[in-house]
């Protein structure tokens, strides 16, 4: 297996960052199965081919049934809004294909699991876009995990702080419906800590959380426009119908504790996706808003030069590093896509499932479910109660 | 006024850290009065005399009733084990001697509310140790905050992270015993969050905690010495009585969400008690291991030149400073305890409260238990049904 | 003009680097002539083919001269070895082709202005690889200065440290042999921060510097390769004849002072291209291996909360960065080179000289070489010597 | 011997920075003689009664040659101006008096090796304040290179950078003039980077620098005060006659290259004395804003957490630190005096010379005046050359 031909759906912010994986991949990751851009779907047949001609895309199509329909394809990629991926979904492994979905996987757990389901019966390969996992920075944490060399895990601190809707003039765009994005700062943002500890400290066992939404009104935007739309002061408004921040603690199956929050009302962090790991040998830190570092701790340090190591992961002891570039030498947040995609693409040439798949999907979603079932009920959730 | 005698009660790591702000209050503050070291307190009269000698008291008493007896004495300062602060409080008040008395005020919320009752019938001043406040970094957060420079307030994450007792061969110190501590790190570390997130943010209106003893059995010290034990892997072994950890979540009385943890099990972190608040104009970072400094951030910088600023506190436009040195001249952890001293002392003077007084070591308790209480029943506790 | 084709000449680390900068710049890049990857051209045919296949050309030639003679290529971009770059530039300039060079233009000044004259008579457009002034943050240094926000400059501080050759058995590779690489650090890296403070603050008046060679001997390697080179222990030895290290002072032609280093001998430096600028009204610092950020300090702040600001130079408000991700999104060092090509297919479209030029090639290498006159002879040296 | 009765000539900065040593030395560290402050000296009978009753000391003198004359005084601390440095020493060696003199040591190089010789000639023990060698972080970075924990060093780099004069309206107080201060920021800031040099890597071995005085006429105040008199805008201009930045570059004996740099025009550096030092088996950095903090790096760290290691000096671990607080609880820069007069009242009590004494003030004084004379001559100038 040499080439695995794609059709993708979507073709806004994450169907940018996928195109720029795709087009990647071959130059830096020769060792893996090439993706073949075959064909790009959306609904704007405008914007569709101004983003086909400029990502590079073989084709287009403006119905995403038809990509599926196509024989030429093996692998779909959904990265169309939240809202969609169910039904994609089915519909991509009835027919047999492969499928890269973004996260969330679903907008509730139940689609999740459906969708989980119809992959694993349709015997296709799957994968779910928890792209964090694979900066080289987070790839060493996970081994420095594994190796025992934190010890056993006390503490898991997460955060994902943003700031893009502090102003209170900020539009009432898509991301801020619940009935497009499923979520607020929780699904959004919050998606991607709890992925991050299930990959770093194990599964969840119980949870307790609290939300707010600062500001409930907004200005109503002439046109949706994601993340950049420009709001209008005589504007009428309409009701923000999701979270603007989360917080919630957690009990952890192997005993750690944890504290994960998610806001978008954090002036000063564009996009602080941290966190920390404190275990019985040392203790891990990391930011993504410096993604090609890691901050390391070991207890048995000689005692007089004890203290967090502030680690460039650009070196060849790093996962991914040396097909890039000479120590010292960053890359940026795009690779943590191409890396996601080696994955990929090498579980493909080896027929195994990749990792995160929509196992992963679906046990996330279930874990923002617990904490939303926690918020509502003000009580204790245990993750068991869900499933 | 231009003197107040002191009698001084516990020569330990708290009374060497009072007897050091007592020395130094009067070259670098001579605007208020002069505390005069009249006389320590302790137990032991070998150690109480060493005690006496190295840190300058005039004078020695081995029974405190018989301090708080002389009548050369205004002020008692009580630095004993939390379990004798409540009984000395309650004399010193009856005697009417001002006190100032180390957090916590005392084992529980009741016998809290019994000292600041005591100590408001008896008309006394009193002043609670709750010295983080001071650092000039944390009086500028507090001037900003006051002056609406970061705005209606958003989230509280406050963090107090230690790591000396991480191996599981440190042995079983009265700080890891419930009767003589009354708490863990809960109470230790955890009650400097809360005064400073009241401090800063306003009350508290409720809350949701967990908690957790990671090492259960310790080894059984020959002698009790605070923090600096040695461990004997052949001693027998006691069960730990606290919490190793405690996190919450808190809803403030004006809207912002909170998050606190205290751990002591947090490896690299000798003494992290960092906060950020985020609102609706900027955000402020401290981290108790750079006391010096304090990041802030402003949503109203010019577009391009955005970002955290990071402030050495140490200029005249800054509390205490001028009585210090030349910017940039650092000060250490040992002066919050002066500038608290600064403040009893102005109060004095004034014939005023000092801020903060008892009335701040109970609130903190109530949080303290409001949170003791959410961990025993499994849900949220407001804090009004602990008054 | 929409398209501009390109031969390439060189595919090691510098090819690969340029490669991945012409499959970018279209899909991010739009607004500016695409350029197309005619043909790659080594002389070692199995390694250029993987090159070409790897990389995307669509041709390969082992001869440049072939390459040049080709009548479908408007622009030869030289990554050879920099003993080539003469040769190679001289006749593109002859056949007309428009030329992007990596810096060192040449091994010497009197090369380096043989191929800026013969260009500027060939009337052809010429860049060169100054690649650091293309990062955002960097960007916006130079925007501070020209709008005159930081003032009259007073002091720039330049250093660019590595450690890759601290073993005294990292091999004798080609950067170590003066006949190849021309220098040492001072030509490979110091030229880097030459540039920069070219760019940032103006022309060099005057210098003197200092230079060492730590490790004189080093085993000889079988292949030579680069960074990449193992040692081997019983290799026979040979005489490292370039600098591990090169200091100098400076004066502005502005009447700045200037102080720059270049050492592959600092161990923990991976890739340390920084640099400080401090002016009457603030000051600017970067770090290459935090390449996304600037710390910025501006005397003006509210005296209360001045401090150095770290800037993500990631917002829309920033260079480039709107045709990448939304802010707190990094990208990585590869696209300084990216932007670097921006500048040069918009001369292109323009119809002007791109900037950084060979004129800007010249000017750094009169000032590396007056460097190495005031070691030679241990005196002070005015760049005006040299031309 | 349990007492050093001390006299001590000056009350401003320093004499505060002194007087607080004295009163925390015996409380922090009671294994040593025991400093009595038996009188301070001043000119001013009024400013020197209140600085005496402010800093504790028992008597006042309003002439040093009657302090001198005492015979209940033992050591003589001078901290007057450093015009009158040598005419006091010189009376105290001659009177048999022990001498703690604050850098620099003399206006010259010929006067300090006459108060050396007469310190030696007298038989007295003589200490020159170098305070910053004594922050636990740079005793630390003395063990590290001690111990060969760094390996054989390749660069030093220090810094000194205030920007307390870059206002040209800030007025010109005597620092600022060559005939009172003797020096200006190469004298001032640049010896204490000197000594530090020195303590670290070792003896000086030739030198060439530049300065530079950017602001050439300012305000005349109406009364000389330190560092803080406030400008007058109408006031008359006057010459600065000082340097306002001096950097040098530096061979050492020991094979090191050295690069220096002092400035008072550095916008956001209230006090940045920092260094860095290059190894063959590692690196550390040092910044005096970050008092407590040394930066350190191991070339045998294991390949994939090799990181510049943050380590805070105040573990049980680090020199002076048990005799203050737990872990993690910091120091301010005043007590490098503190440590400073341990070492000085140890030395005494062991009848051998302190360190670093009159020697280590007279060398630097050679490579201050090395780096005056080679900026005079624009040329290299050995050290040698000066003695």
Redesign the interface.
């Given at each position: 297996m040499s080439k695995i031909r794609v059709g993708m759906i979507g073709y806004k912010?994450m169907g940018k960052?996928h195109?720029?994986a795709y087009?990647?991949l071959?130059?830096f990751f020769?060792d893996v199965p090439k993706p073949e851009m075959k064909a790009i779907c959306g609904r704007d047949p405008e914007g569709l081919e101004q983003a086909r001609?400029?990502?590079?895309w073989e084709s287009a199509e403006t119905d995403w049934r038809d990509l599926i329909a196509r024989d030429d394809i093996d692998l779909i990629d959904i990265n169309a809004p939240s809202d969609a991926h169910k039904e994609i979904a089915l519909a991509a492994a009835a027919a047999g294909k492969h499928i890269f979905c973004e996260k969330p996987l679903a907008l509730n757990l139940a689609d999740s699991v459906e969708m989980l389901e119809a992959a694993e019966n349709a015997g296709i390969k799957h994968l779910v876009g928890f792209n964090y996992r694979f900066a080289p920075a987070v790839q060493?944490a996970k081994?420095?995990i594994a190796e025992g060399r934190i010890g056993k895990i006390?503490?898991f601190?997460g955060?994902f702080?943003?700031?893009?809707i502090?102003?209170p003039e900020f539009p009432l765009v898509w991301r801020l419906q619940k009935e497009i994005a499923g979520s607020g700062s929780h699904g959004d943002l919050g998606a991607h800590v709890i992925d991050m500890a299930r990959f770093l400290v194990g599964e969840f066992q119980e949870v307790?959380?609290?939300s707010?939404t600062?500001i409930k009104e907004r200005p109503i935007p002439s046109a949706m426009t994601g993340?950049s739309a420009k709001g209008d002061k005589d504007a009428p408004r309409g009701p923000v119908t999701v979270d603007d921040?989360t917080?919630?603690?957690a009990?952890f199956a192997g005993?750690a504790?944890g504290?994960i929050?998610a806001?978008r009302?954090?002036?000063?962090?564009?996009?602080?996706n941290s966190f920390?790991i404190?275990?019985?040998?040392?203790?891990i830190k990391f930011d993504?808003?410096?993604?090609n570092e890691l901050q390391?701790?070991?207890?048995d340090?000689a005692?007089?030069?004890?203290?967090?190591?502030?680690?460039?992961a650009?070196?060849?002891?790093?996962a991914y590093s040396e097909a890039?570039?000479?120590?010292?030498?960053?890359?940026?947040?795009?690779?943590t896509f191409t890396h996601e995609l080696h994955e990929l693409m090498l579980a493909l040439s080896e027929d195994r499932q990749p990792v995160p798949n929509f196992h992963d999907g679906v046990a996330c979603q279930a874990v923002l479910e617990a904490v939303d079932k926690s918020i509502e009920e003000?009580?204790?959730v245990s993750i068991s109660e869900l499933r």
């Amino acid at each position: 297996m040499s080439k695995i031909r794609v059709g993708m759906i979507g073709y806004k912010f994450m169907g940018k960052a996928h195109s720029n994986a795709y087009r990647a991949l071959p130059m830096f990751f020769p060792d893996v199965p090439k993706p073949e851009m075959k064909a790009i779907c959306g609904r704007d047949p405008e914007g569709l081919e101004q983003a086909r001609a400029q990502f590079g895309w073989e084709s287009a199509e403006t119905d995403w049934r038809d990509l599926i329909a196509r024989d030429d394809i093996d692998l779909i990629d959904i990265n169309a809004p939240s809202d969609a991926h169910k039904e994609i979904a089915l519909a991509a492994a009835a027919a047999g294909k492969h499928i890269f979905c973004e996260k969330p996987l679903a907008l509730n757990l139940a689609d999740s699991v459906e969708m989980l389901e119809a992959a694993e019966n349709a015997g296709i390969k799957h994968l779910v876009g928890f792209n964090y996992r694979f900066a080289p920075a987070v790839q060493l944490a996970k081994k420095l995990i594994a190796e025992g060399r934190i010890g056993k895990i006390y503490h898991f601190r997460g955060l994902f702080l943003q700031d893009f809707i502090v102003d209170p003039e900020f539009p009432l765009v898509w991301r801020l419906q619940k009935e497009i994005a499923g979520s607020g700062s929780h699904g959004d943002l919050g998606a991607h800590v709890i992925d991050m500890a299930r990959f770093l400290v194990g599964e969840f066992q119980e949870v307790i959380g609290m939300s707010e939404t600062f500001i409930k009104e907004r200005p109503i935007p002439s046109a949706m426009t994601g993340l950049s739309a420009k709001g209008d002061k005589d504007a009428p408004r309409g009701p923000v119908t999701v979270d603007d921040a989360t917080l919630f603690l957690a009990r952890f199956a192997g005993g750690a504790l944890g504290s994960i929050e998610a806001t978008r009302f954090a002036p000063g962090h564009r996009c602080t996706n941290s966190f920390e790991i404190n275990g019985s040998k040392g203790s891990i830190k990391f930011d993504f808003e410096r993604v090609n570092e890691l901050q390391v701790y070991f207890t048995d340090d000689a005692p007089d030069v004890q203290g967090f190591r502030r680690v460039l992961a650009t070196d060849p002891a790093h996962a991914y590093s040396e097909a890039w570039w000479p120590p010292g030498h960053t890359i940026g947040y795009e690779h943590t896509f191409t890396h996601e995609l080696h994955e990929l693409m090498l579980a493909l040439s080896e027929d195994r499932q990749p990792v995160p798949n929509f196992h992963d999907g679906v046990a996330c979603q279930a874990v923002l479910e617990a904490v939303d079932k926690s918020i509502e009920e003000r009580r204790w959730v245990s993750i068991s109660e869900l499933r």
